[in-house]
């Protein structure tokens, strides 16, 4: 990994985002791909889908809708290991989606009327599981059990088509929908998916969502991006990134196997330390290296290593690590130091924190309850994680009789008047006229 040297920097607010790690090319070229794919998709529907499954995944005869009676045909032939492994993180995810739900709440004024607050859930939501390179049954669990907890009565879920599985989806995600009891499911993938979801695609029966969420590439990030406004989405969640602060109390091998762990989902992966120690990037550096030499996918973890938007980033003080990493504001910001409840003040910005040596982001990525559906590039700043409140929208109700609304009437009238929109008055004050006819009170 290159170091980012900045001791003797004067590291501001202002500045701090131009010494942080990122992908710095392609995004106009991505943006236009993306537009021409979700176009072809709203104009062409199901031949469009076809074709991109041919072009991007190389599955020649796919069948976009996929039947229930394969869902239930992958579900039978789940390991019972891996069955134990997702019943262990819906059971999690669950608990900690259902104990995030927010309350209703409800105003009382003293001089009457109410305003109250009530969370309802969409009609509808699609959920985007990635293939490519990796397999993500835990998506699965992670997208479906925040829109279940929600409330959501109609889930669908696609995934790309998968040469190696005969033109199928990857017979674990289907099984882990089969456990969650979603039985609409369409083998589609990329931009063109996004596009499905939004849009709708009638001569397979697919009706449009209203919200749409999931992990993905750039592709897929930049086209919930360009969709956001026809349904709603989670966030812009694209190629995976982590952040790790950490001083010299940090133990290097754990530090090193977190980096990596990250590193192997893509060559586009993003991967930081942010230090005040050059013992310890030192360390880490050699225990990198060893372990990329003995990992699986070395090949790709060492491209994401290596990127422009990875690095070893050394600084001169702990305030100097604080602004770097809300400058970086990570999908996964993991904190190695000595004592990690005085750090947590000093961050803003992150998708999820992990705190402490035995708190990996693997153990999130999996069956931590916490989940792993969170912004990227930079989105933590405005951005949440998935959760229920993906799923639903807050509205309020507001209930005022004739008494109560005497005591705002002057207020209403006078702003209304300051504003030059008198009508807004004259509707108030239609309703204490003698000659307007009133309605009978039940």
């Given at each position: 990994?290159r170091?980012?040297?900045?001791?003797?920097?004067?590291?501001?607010?202002?500045s701090?985002?131009?010494?942080?790690?990122?992908?710095?090319?392609?995004?106009?070229e991505?943006?236009?791909?993306?537009s021409g794919?979700l176009?072809?998709v709203k104009r062409?529907?199901s031949?469009?889908l076809i074709?991109?499954a041919?072009?991007f995944?190389?599955?020649?005869?796919?069948?976009?809708s996929?039947?229930?009676?394969?869902?239930?045909a992958a579900?039978?032939?789940l390991?019972?290991?891996?069955?134990n492994?997702l019943?262990?993180?819906?059971?999690?995810?669950r608990a900690a989606?259902?104990d995030?739900l927010?309350a209703?709440?409800r105003?009382?004024?003293?001089?009457g009327?109410?305003?109250?607050?009530?969370?309802?859930?969409?009609?509808?939501?699609?959920?985007?599981?990635?293939?490519?390179?990796?397999?993500y049954p835990?998506s699965?669990v992670m997208?479906v059990v925040?829109a279940q907890?929600?409330?959501?009565k109609?889930?669908?879920l696609?995934s790309?088509?998968?040469d190696?599985?005969?033109?199928q989806i990857?017979p674990?995600i289907?099984?882990?929908?089969d456990l969650?009891?979603?039985t609409?499911?369409?083998?589609m993938g990329g931009?063109?998916?996004?596009?499905a979801l939004?849009?709708?695609?009638?001569?397979?029966g697919l009706?449009?969502?209203d919200v749409?969420?999931g992990?993905?590439?750039q592709?897929?990030?930049?086209?919930?991006?360009?969709?956001?406004g026809i349904?709603g989405i989670d966030s812009?969640?694209g190629?995976?990134?982590i952040g790790?602060i950490?001083?010299?109390?940090a133990h290097?091998?754990?530090?090193?196997?977190?980096l990596?762990?990250?590193?192997e989902?893509d060559e586009?992966?993003s991967v930081v330390l942010?230090?005040?120690?050059h013992e310890l990037a030192?360390?880490?550096?050699h225990a990198?290296?060893?372990r990329l030499?003995?990992?699986?996918?070395?090949?790709?973890?060492g491209?994401?290593?290596?990127?422009?938007?990875s690095g070893v980033?050394?600084?001169?003080?702990?305030?100097h690590?604080?602004?770097?990493?809300?400058?970086?504001?990570p999908e996964?910001?993991s904190?190695?130091m000595?004592?990690p409840?005085?750090v947590?003040?000093?961050?803003?910005?992150a998708?999820a924190i992990f705190i402490?040596?035995?708190t990996?982001?693997?153990?999130?990525?999996?069956?931590?309850?916490?989940n792993?559906?969170?912004p990227t590039?930079?989105?933590?700043?405005?951005?949440?994680g998935?959760?229920p409140l993906?799923?639903l929208?807050?509205?309020?109700?507001i209930d005022y009789?004739?008494a109560?609304l005497?005591q705002i009437?002057?207020?209403?009238v006078?702003?209304a008047?300051?504003?030059?929109?008198p009508?807004?008055g004259e509707?108030?004050?239609?309703r204490?006229?003698?000659?307007?006819?009133q309605?009978t009170e039940?």
């Open positions: 990994m170091l980012v040297d900045l001791r003797g920097m004067n590291i501001t607010r202002s701090a985002p131009s010494f942080v790690p990122r992908v710095s090319v392609g995004v106009s991505v943006e236009a791909v993306v794919l176009a072809e062409e529907g031949a469009a074709r991109q041919k072009d995944d190389g599955v020649t005869d796919v069948q976009l996929v039947s229930e009676k394969d869902i239930r579900a039978k032939k390991d019972r290991g891996t069955k492994a019943l262990e993180s819906i059971r999690r995810v989606s259902e995030s927010p209703a709440s105003t009382e004024y003293h001089t009327g109410s305003v109250a607050t009530r969370y309802v859930p969409v009609d509808r939501a699609g959920v985007y599981i990635p293939g490519g390179k990796a397999v835990s699965v997208n925040a907890a929600a409330g959501v109609d889930i669908v696609v790309p088509a998968q190696q599985c005969e033109g990857h674990s289907l099984a882990a929908a969650l009891g979603v609409e499911v369409y083998a931009a063109g998916a996004i596009a939004a849009y709708g695609v009638a001569e397979i009706e449009p969502v749409i969420t992990p993905g590439n592709y897929v990030a930049e086209a919930k991006r360009q969709v956001k349904v812009e969640a190629p995976t990134e790790i950490a001083d010299d109390t290097p091998e754990f530090v090193a196997a977190d990596l762990s990250q590193a989902h586009l992966a942010i230090t005040t120690s030192s360390r880490v550096e990198l290296t060893r030499s003995a990992t699986k996918h070395h090949e790709r973890a491209v994401a290593l290596m990127g422009e938007q980033i050394l600084v001169d003080s702990l305030e690590l604080y602004l770097m990493a809300n400058a970086y504001a996964h910001l904190v190695m000595e004592n409840e005085d947590l003040p000093h961050i803003r910005h998708g402490g040596p035995y990996p982001v693997s153990a999130g990525d999996y069956a931590a309850g916490s792993h559906v969170l590039d930079g989105s933590a700043r405005f951005s949440s998935l959760s993906s799923f929208r807050s509205q309020q109700v009789d004739k109560a005497a009437r002057d207020a209403v006078t702003l008047n300051a504003e030059d929109l009508a807004h509707a108030i004050e239609a204490f006229s003698d000659t307007t006819e309605p039940a």
